[in-house]
C-alpha cells in the first residue's frame, strides 16, 4: 500500500520530477469503465527538451560504461521491480483488466530480460569484435590495422505498449535493450497504465542513482496526447525509436523520423494477423486438441497479442466441419473478456460489426461491464477472402476467421498475397511440410517466426528468437525486438584504424583483456 | 579491341536486351568533353517492369542456393571481368579521364570483392545460425525448439557510383554482397560509364547462365535521367536499395523508399568531409611528411573520393605556418586534374569559387582541356569557420581547407558542431592521442572510422573495415557498404520454430552439416 500512495503523476526529468501541468489525464478501471486516482500530469515541451539534454550529456559517458558495470546496473532495476512487491501487480491490475496471474507472469519476464541482457553485456560477446592486423610490407601499399565493433548509437525514445504494461513498457524490452546497448532512453509511457509506468519509473530512477550513473539516461514522460510523443521524435538529440502498437501509430512515428534534418531508424513493432495453415493431415490426426489450441491462442489475454492468430487457412476435407463446429461452440460458451480501453473496445466492436458480407459468424452473447466484450468466430470461402482487403485486417481482440480453401493454389494465392507477418504457423504431419515446402518458401518471404505445429502466441526470451517480419507487421525486418538479438537495434559500427593499444576500448586490445570471441584476420578467436 | 566492338547500348533485362528507345544518350571523353560512342539507349517502364517482375520470379530459388553455388557465381563473375582484359580498361579510361593504373587497380579491388564474398558464403558462418533447444518439461509452459539465421530480404535496386566504375558500380560491392545474400539484383547504370556498366554486365550475365541461375537474378538498365531510378525504388517488389553519391541524390531515393506503402531500407554512401585533426606535437616531429602525405590525399583520383580530407584542424603551433607554406607551394605546383564529368567540373569551380570571404586560397594555374580543373587549397580561422556553415560542404574534387584554431575549446567545438561523417583522421603523439580523448568520444559519435596518424582515403577490403558513419554521410550508420558487413545489409532474420530436421536449412540443422560457428543454448558451439 505504502508504494501505491506515493503516485503523484508527474513525469521523471532526469533526477527531477516535471511540474503539475494544466492539462492531466488519469487511467481507468476496464472493469468498471471508471476513472482511478490519482491524476497525471502532462510533460510540457520544456521538460521534454530538458530531458532530452540531459540524456544528450550523458550521452559519451554512458556510452563508455564497461559491460560489467551496465550488467550491474540492468540486475539493479529487475532487483528493484521486484521489491515493488504487490503494489505492482495490484496497479497493472487496476488498470488493465487483466488477472493478477498474468502480471506474475509479465513481470518474471520483464525482469528476466534485464538479466538476459545484463548477462549478454558482462560476457560482451555481442559487440562483434573484429580485428584485421597491419601487414606494412604488404604491396603496393602497406596495409592498417583495422578493429571495429558496435557502439551505443545515441539517446533513444521508447513508447510503451498497451499490452504488455511491464515487458514491453517502462522497464520493457526495449528499454533493457538500449541500456545494454549503453544508450540513454527516454520513455514516452502509455497513458493507460501511467500508475504501473510511475512505479517502474520510480525503479529504474533509483537503480541510475544507486549505480552512480549520469542523471540523463533515464526519463519518462507523461502525456495525455501525442504532442509528446512526436515531439521526441522531432528532437535531434534522439538517435532512434522503440515503439509497440498499432500500425497507425508506428506508420506515424516513422514519417516523422523518415521526414527529420537526419533520419532515424524506428523500431515498430505494429500489426499482424499472424496465418495459421492447418491442413488435413493435422484434424485428421486430433482435430479436438487443435481447437482447444486455437481458441485458448484466439482468447488468451482477451486477444490482445500481437501474435494473436487472426486468420486460420484450412484446406477442405473429411474433418473441417467437425473442426469448425467444435470451435463455434468453444467460443460460443466463451466467457466476455475485458479489453484494456474504450478505445481497443470500441475498435474491436466496430471491426467485429463490419467484418465482411460474406462471413459467417458466432459469437458468445455474455453480458458485459466496462470495457468487456464477447468473443466472436468467423467463418469464409478462400475466394471471399481473396476479393476482400478488409478481411486481411487485424482486430484487436478475441477474434478470428476460419477460412476454407479448395485448392493447393488458393492456400498458395492467400499466402503470396499476403503482407508482412509477425510469425505464420502451419500444422501438418512431417510428410504434408515437406510436400507443402512452396507454402513455407513463400511464408519464410513475409514473417519473422515459422512455427510448425504450435501456434504463434508465447514468444520465448532468448537467443534465437525473432519477433520481427516484413512490414508492416514490423518497420524493419532485419532485426528483432524480443531475445538478445534486439541489443543491435541501438548500435552502430565504428572501426579504429591504427590505433595505439593504450587508446583502444579493451574490447578491441591485443591480448583480449575481456576474453570475447572476436574474428581476427578472418578466423574465430578467443585470444 | 573485339568486345569494344561489342557495344550495344541496350539494357539487361534477365537474359534479353533492351529495345532501341528514342532516348539516348553518350559517355565523355573527359580529356577533350567530345562525346563518345556508341549510344546507349534509357531503358522504358516497361522494360523496368520487366526486369523487376523476373527478380520477383527467381526471389525464391536464387534464395535457396547453397553457400558453395553462390560461391561459384561470385568467382566466376570474377573470372569473367578478368577476362574483358584491356577491352575493360581502356573503355573505363576513355569515359573517366582517370589513369589505366587506376583502373589495374580497381579491377583488382572488384575481384577481390566477389572472391571476398565468394569466401564468406562458401564458409557461411556469417548467417549468425542461433539455435535454442527444447525442454518440454519447462513450467509453467513447455519450451520450443527456437533457432534463427539470416535470409534474404529480396530484390535489390543498386545505383552506380560516378567516382567507382568497377568497384561501386555495376559489379561493385553493392551487387557482390547483395548477391552473396542471396538476392536478386538490378543495377541503374551511371550515364558518365555507361560503356564500362555493359561490359560487366556481360560478365555478370553470363556467369548467370553459365552457373544455371534463374534469369531473374541479374539485370543492368540504362538511363539518361532520374525516372528510371526513382520507379526502380518505388517498384513494390524491390526490397533495399544501394546507393553510393551525392547527398542530394542519396536523400532523394530516401525519401522516396519512405514514402512507400512498404517503406524499404537506403544504404546510401554520400556525402563526407572526413575531417582531419593534426596536431602540433605531429607538425613537430614532421611536418613535411605529413603535408606531402595530406596533398597525395587531397589529390588521389582528382580529388574524387568520398574520403577525402575536405577540412583539416591544426592548434595553433611553432611549426604550423611552415606546413601551411609547404602545403600552399605543393597544391600550387600541382598539375590540372581531370574530372569525372561536366557536372562535377562546374560543381567544383562554382564551390571553389564561392568558398567563403574570409578564407586565403591558393591554386595551381595550369591550362585545362575537357574536364580539368586547378587543384585549391583553402585557409581560415576556427571563429570563421565557425560563423560559416557552407565551410562544412563537401566540394567534390582536389580541394581541402586548412583551419587554424587557437584554444582546444574551438577544436571541441568544430568536433561538436559537425555532422556525421564517413572518417576522422587524428595525428598525434601518443600522448597527445591520450590527452585529447575528450575530441576522440566525440569524433566517435559521428563517424564510421577513426584513423590515427594516417589519411582517410584507402579504404581496407576485410571484415573489420567499417565505411559508415552518421548521417549525412551514410543513410544508415547501423552498416557498413565495404568489406563482409556489407552482407548484412541484404538480409533479414528468420526464425524456425518446432521444425523437424528434414524441412530446416542446412544451416540450422543438428549436426552442423556445414560446420558453421553457431551459438547453441547460449554458448558457442561448432557442433
Chains 1, 2 share one sequence.
Not at 522531432?234 to 508506428?250: D, E, L, N, R
Not at 519464410?444 to 512455427?451: A, D, P, Y
Not at 507487421?473 to 524480443?482: E, G, I, K, L, W
Request: charged share 25%; aromatic share 8%; glycine share 8%.
Amino acid at each position: 500500500m505504502r508504494k501505491r500512495m506515493n503516485l503523484i503523476g508527474k513525469s521523471f526529468i532526469g533526477f527531477s520530477r516535471g511540474s503539475e501541468t494544466e492539462k492531466t489525464f488519469t487511467a481507468f478501471n476496464p472493469e468498471t469503465g471508471e476513472a482511478v486516482e490519482p491524476s497525471f500530469y502532462s510533460a510540457t515541451i520544456e521538460e521534454l527538451n530538458s530531458a532530452v539534454e540531459l540524456a544528450q550529456r550523458s550521452r559519451i559517458a554512458y556510452g563508455r560504461v564497461s559491460g560489467k558495470e551496465k550488467a550491474k546496473f540492468l540486475r539493479q532495476i529487475a532487483d528493484n521491480i521486484e521489491a515493488l512487491g504487490d503494489d505492482l501487480i495490484q496497479r497493472a491490475t487496476l488498470e488493465t483488466g487483466l488477472p493478477n496471474a498474468r502480471f506474475e507472469g509479465e513481470r518474471g519476464r520483464t525482469c528476466w530480460q534485464f538479466r538476459m541482457f545484463a548477462d549478454l553485456v558482462e560476457k560482451g560477446h555481442w559487440v562483434d569484435a573484429r580485428i584485421d592486423h597491419a601487414e606494412p610490407e604488404r604491396k603496393p601499399l602497406p596495409k592498417p590495422d583495422t578493429r571495429s565493433m558496435f557502439r551505443p548509437v545515441g539517446p533513444i525514445a521508447v513508447f510503451c505498449a498497451s499490452n504488455f504494461p511491464l515487458a514491453y513498457s517502462v522497464g520493457g524490452g526495449d528499454t533493457a535493450s538500449a541500456f545494454a546497448a549503453g544508450c540513454p532512453v527516454i520513455v514516452n509511457a502509455h497513458n493507460a497504465h501511467p500508475g504501473t509506468a510511475e512505479l517502474v519509473g520510480h525503479a529504474i530512477s533509483q537503480a541510475v542513482r544507486s549505480c552512480g550513473l549520469p542523471e540523463g539516461v533515464f526519463s519518462l514522460l507523461f502525456s495525455s496526447n501525442y504532442e509528446i510523443g512526436q515531439n521526441l521524435v522531432k528532437h535531434p538529440a534522439i538517435k532512434a525509436v522503440g515503439f509497440t502498437g498499432s500500425q497507425k501509430g508506428g506508420r506515424a512515428l516513422m514519417d516523422i523520423a523518415a521526414a527529420r534534418d537526419e533520419p532515424i531508424p524506428v523500431y515498430a513493432e505494429m500489426s499482424s494477423i499472424n496465418p495459421t495453415f492447418i491442413l488435413p493431415s493435422a484434424l485428421e490426426k486430433d482435430y479436438v486438441s487443435v481447437a482447444k489450441g486455437l481458441y485458448s491462442s484466439v482468447t488468451l489475454g482477451a486477444g490482445q497479442f500481437c501474435t494473436k492468430p487472426g486468420i486460420v487457412v484450412l484446406p477442405d476435407s473429411e474433418h473441417l466441419q467437425k473442426f469448425a463446429e467444435f470451435m463455434k461452440e468453444l467460443m460460443q460458451e466463451s466467457d466476455a473478456s475485458q479489453l484494456l480501453t474504450s478505445g481497443i473496445r470500441d475498435a474491436y466492436e466496430m471491426g467485429v460489426e463490419n467484418r465482411g458480407e460474406n462471413t459467417a459468424s458466432a459469437s458468445s452473447e455474455k453480458e458485459t461491464e466496462g470495457f468487456g466484450v464477447n468473443p466472436s468466430l468467423f467463418q469464409t470461402n478462400a475466394s471471399y477472402f481473396l476479393q476482400d482487403e478488409t478481411m486481411s485486417e487485424e482486430i484487436f481482440g478475441p477474434t478470428t476467421v476460419l477460412i476454407k480453401s479448395d485448392t493447393a493454389a488458393e492456400l498458395l494465392e492467400i499466402a503470396t498475397n499476403m503482407e508482412g507477418q509477425l510469425t505464420a504457423s502451419v500444422f501438418c504431419s512431417e510428410e504434408d511440410l515437406y510436400e507443402y515446402g512452396f507454402l513455407i518458401d513463400v511464408l519464410e518471404t513475409k514473417v519473422g517466426r515459422l512455427i510448425y505445429n504450435g501456434f504463434s502466441t508465447g514468444v520465448e526470451v532468448n537467443d534465437s528468437i525473432v519477433h520481427g517480419g516484413v512490414y508492416p507487421a514490423t518497420s524493419d525486418s532485419r532485426t528483432s525486438s524480443v531475445g538478445t538479438r534486439a541489443i543491435e537495434r541501438f548500435s552502430r559500427l565504428v572501426c579504429y584504424q591504427n590505433f595505439p593499444q593504450e587508446s583502444l576500448p579493451d574490447e578491441l586490445k591485443d591480448g583480449n583483456p575481456l576474453g570475447l570471441r572476436r574474428v581476427v584476420d578472418g578466423e574465430a578467436a578467443e585470444n
